[in-house]
């Protein structure tokens, strides 16, 4: 069992454009989520991806701004976040966890609970 690490959080530009890679080895085949937690706020489900690639879920909020995207070969998940806003900020986690399943529901996928140590996107001018 290994924990995701997460890497390519960064200070960025309301509008600007991030990507944040999340290493996922031991893990192939599991669905993958991102997770975002701003300060004094509920860790939220933001994108996620199903095990095998070829299915992505977004919630409201980053829907046509984020892209999530896997590469099982070299055991890397991608967010791409486009047009960042400020109420974008927070630690961002990578996470194969069962509540990746409220938005990912393909009945292949598999869940475990493990978490990176997270990345920390801030957007400021």
């Known amino acids: 069992q290994v924990a995701p690490v997460e890497s390519g959080g960064d200070v960025v530009q309301p509008g600007g454009s991030l990507r944040l890679s999340c290493v996922v080895s031991?893990?192939?085949?599991?669905?993958i989520g991102w997770f975002r937690q701003a300060p004094e706020k509920d860790r939220e489900l933001v994108a996620c991806?199903?095990?095998?690639?070829?299915?992505?879920g977004y919630s409201d909020s980053v829907k046509g701004r984020f892209t999530i995207s896997r590469n099982n070969a070299e055991k890397t998940v991608s967010l791409l976040m486009h047009n960042v806003r400020p109420d974008d900020a927070g630690t961002y986690y990578c996470?194969?966890?069962?509540?990746?399943?409220?938005?990912?529901?393909?009945?292949?996928?598999?869940?475990?609970?493990?978490w990176g140590q997270g990345t920390l996107v801030s957007v400021s001018t």
């Open positions: 996470s194969a966890s069962p509540l990746i399943h409220q938005m990912c529901r393909q009945r292949a996928n598999k869940y475990l609970n493990v």
């Open positions: 991806v199903s095990g095998g690639g070829g299915n992505q």
């Open positions: 031991g893990l192939d085949h599991y669905a």
